[in-house]
């Protein structure tokens, strides 16, 4: 596949949060059940290196649903900055969805609300933002959201969710489409930065 997309003035990384940078846990509230993936961690430091900013974008529905307060949600958040903040690891800010999906607001991915208050908040320009995420959600937040590229990883939901929309599996990164827009599959949060490393270090598309 010809990659036609260029990324080589790439700023800023949005990241789901649940199944993406942690483990998959059902309706998180307690910050004992935090668990980074190691992977992530390898790619949050090198995206660090890099000087990129980092936003994390969350659907919390378990907050609309009352399986947990507010409270908890900002508890499993600290726990999640504190340890990153020991590695050396700086997340800009996170924004966040409590709503339900029959609330039909404007927040919650794929629906591209969050989006627009980071974009309004630190002025932020799409064509140098990507977002990378477990769920469809995620490359559909992505592709309403105009951003330049959207990664679906593997961990998490990521495998079921390639399954269901019968895009490839991979032990590394591939490229597909969806909704015929490039799409980039990658087996897990490094993997992703590891492609987004050889797209933003050459100066003409390539083939992958």
Known sequence: ????????????????????????????????????????????????????????VTNQSGLGRGYFKLENYWAVEQKIYAELKALGIVIKDTVFCPHTPKDNCNCRKPAPGLWQKLKTKYNLNPEQTIMIGDKISDIEFGLNSNLALSILVLTGHGKDQAKTHHLPLTNSYTWSYFNQKPLLIAADLNSAWQAIRTLTSQSQPNNV
Do not use: W
Not at 7 to 13: G, H, R, S, T
Not at 22 to 44: G, N
């Open 1 to 56: 596949m010809t990659k036609k997309l260029q990324l080589f003035n790439l700023k800023n990384v949005l990241l789901d949060r649940d199944g993406t940078i942690i483990e998959e846990k059902h309706y998180l509230c307690d910050p004992k059940q935090v668990e980074f993936y190691p992977e992530s961690i390898q790619a949050l430091r090198q995206m660090q290196a890099q000087n990129l900013d980092m936003f994390v």
